[in-house]
């Protein structure tokens, strides 16, 4: 069974650009969680996505933004860029039940590079 | 704020011995830990949890113990071997709130032969 991918792997842009992410969970998963990862600071949540439905959010401006289609895939969104916003964005998938067997499986990562 | 927090940034090991990673949260509220280990260049892979009416979960060389009034999470790792050097996160989810986890800052972990 194919694993979490995310698209691009990598990713330079200019502070004021914008940018957009990808995430094609695991066949059958409906739940897409983002997180941010940067040096010191761990993961930290952005949203969750379920059924096309935002489930839970992080303590992230505005600027974040995603959406989840209808095969569950999902993008990231990420306006108005900024120097802070260079990290390793992270996604994971998992069927959505909430329940302690519902285990997250997370992608490789796209590293985001703001100049 | 730093609702779970892994105070030290690296911890260096002799293959065979023990690894001791800790983690500490704040909340009270959480009740469902886990802890994921992650390779340089993949994403972070799952290794174990525990739900916190559980006091203690074992997977193999893997262990999870949960202190709840000392709102302290560790896992031990015996022996420890070399593919175990990696960069640790402990992780915590508030109770009803499906897969919004709050994750430490990391401890990596060096094995040495």
């Known amino acids: 069974k194919a694993g979490v991918t995310q698209t691009p792997r990598y990713l330079i842009k200019t502070r004021g650009q914008q940018v957009t992410l990808s995430c094609s969970p695991i066949?059958?998963?409906?739940?897409v969680s983002w997180y941010q990862q940067t040096p010191g600071q761990g993961l930290q949540f952005l949203f969750e996505y379920f059924s096309e439905t935002q489930r839970n959010k992080g303590n992230f401006p505005g600027r974040f933004s995603g959406r989840q289609f209808s095969n569950s895939r999902s993008e990231m969104n990420v306006s108005t860029l900024e120097l802070g916003d260079s990290a390793l964005y992270l996604c994971a998938s998992s069927r959505g039940q909430g329940s302690s067997t519902d285990t997250q499986y997370f992608g490789p990562g796209t590293r985001l590079t703001v100049l | 704020d730093q609702q779970v927090k892994q105070n030290s940034p690296s911890l260096s090991v002799q293959e065979g011995r023990i690894s001791i990673l800790n983690c500490d949260y704040t909340n009270s509220m959480f009740d469902y830990f886990l802890w994921y280990k992650k390779y340089p260049a993949e994403g972070p892979t799952f290794l174990i949890s525990?739900?916190?009416?559980?006091d203690k979960n074992e997977d193999g060389r893997f262990t999870v113990f949960l202190n709840k009034s000392a709102k302290h999470l560790s896992l031990h790792i015996v022996p420890s071997q070399p593919g175990d050097s990696a960069v640790y996160f402990c992780a915590a989810r508030l109770s009803d709130n499906f897969n919004k986890f709050y994750f430490g800052s990391g401890t990596k972990l060096n094995v040495k032969p």
């Open positions: 525990i739900s916190s009416i559980k």
């Open positions: 066949s059958g998963h409906r739940s």
